[in-house]
């Protein structure tokens, strides 16, 4: 029986040193160490909440790339212990994932599943741009990409161009290379060599004179022409520099005219494309919530909205958009500037940046346990009114002593008062923590190449 026992014990811990032998402990030898090989690194902090959930999805990660035969080798580092190193790297946020690659090194920003990290690494890891040598291999790719960047035509230095661009932005999609006869019959180019993105069922090439550099203009083009919006898609559209036009709707519940919001906003992103394209990306978002709170202000559901998200302005049609041409006119009136910009990044922006939070996270506070919320508020406003109270119930018989009365009067409600704003600042304190939370989990999408 006891043998039983310890060999049992035995085949868990061999068992557990197999599943762990994946993901390498790292220290501060990996610094000289890690030059030959492609590393995917978890830089992490005992404390962090998102480090611990992120754990067994990165043993996972190291198991499934080992059993894979990938080149890329995993490993995790205790930031706090190893700080040094880590800031060496550019860590800022917990958790940080890196892919190294020599004296390449790329920040992963989306979401933390295993399936996704496991993309990101072989992506990043291959080659920067990959040929594609044959019809079927175009057609290939062709069927698995939404949008596809491809280089077509002989050495040149546009192609040098090309390879560095795709060597810093692989962190966001794919790049590839073909000749000419690899290319559908479909497809006619004006010129050649060229740089072509296809999507949204059809293609079209760089235009070194109207779309600037190579880079920026990958940047703008690699989303679908139309997109389903959420709080972490208008934060990557941000780098595009482009204005960015939705329909707010309700998915859940649509009535005819979120229907028709929705469908005039798909037209114009498909049918005017070449008009708007260079300035404007267009989507829709899924209800009001997320937009409420970027512009502090309540948007009906369905509505139109522009933002601009360089400099948080937004811009609502005059009037109800019903037709094609009206919604023409409001997206005309906001390139041409005529349209009312609301909101922005000023001064009076940012107070009222603070006192919106504050309110909202008092809000929250009330909406998810009411009893605590007037347990926070109540109570001290509780106490003083009853000092309050005390205070004026008290007998006085002498003017001099009425004086003082008032003064007092004035201390409690100057107390009130910094009671008050002590627990909002309290209140906002913890939003702000939560907000940096948030913040770190987007900015862990850095894709910048360090
Ligand atoms: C959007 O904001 C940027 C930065 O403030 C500004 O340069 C640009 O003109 C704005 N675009 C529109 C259409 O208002």
Redesign the pocket.
Known sequence: MAEVKSSLVYAVVLLSSAVFAFVEDLDDTFKDSRMGDIWLVDFYAPWCGYCKKLEPVWHEVGAELRSSGSPVRVGKMDATAYSGVASEFGVRGYPTIKLLKGELSYNYKGPRTKDDIIEFANRVAGPAVRPLPSKQMFEHVMGRHDVLFVYIGGDSPLKEKYIKVASELIVHTYFFSASEDVLPKAVTLNELPAVVVFKDGTHFSYDEYQDGSLSSWVNKERFLGYLQIDGFTLYELGETGK?VAMAVVDEKNPTEESIRLKTLIQRVATEYRDHYNRDFQFGHMDGNDYINGLIMSEVAVPSIIVL?T??E?YFLPGEPVETMDQLLHFINS??D?TAQ?QGGDGFFQRVKRVAYDAKSTVMSVFRSSPLLGCFLFGLPLGVISLMCYGICTAESDEGAEDLELLKREGLTDEDEDDEGQRQARELELSGEQEKEDDQEEKSSVDKKVD
Do not use: E, I, P, T
Request: hydrophobic residues 45%; without cysteine.
């Open positions: 204005l601009n360089s400099s302005q906001v390139l500037g910009a």
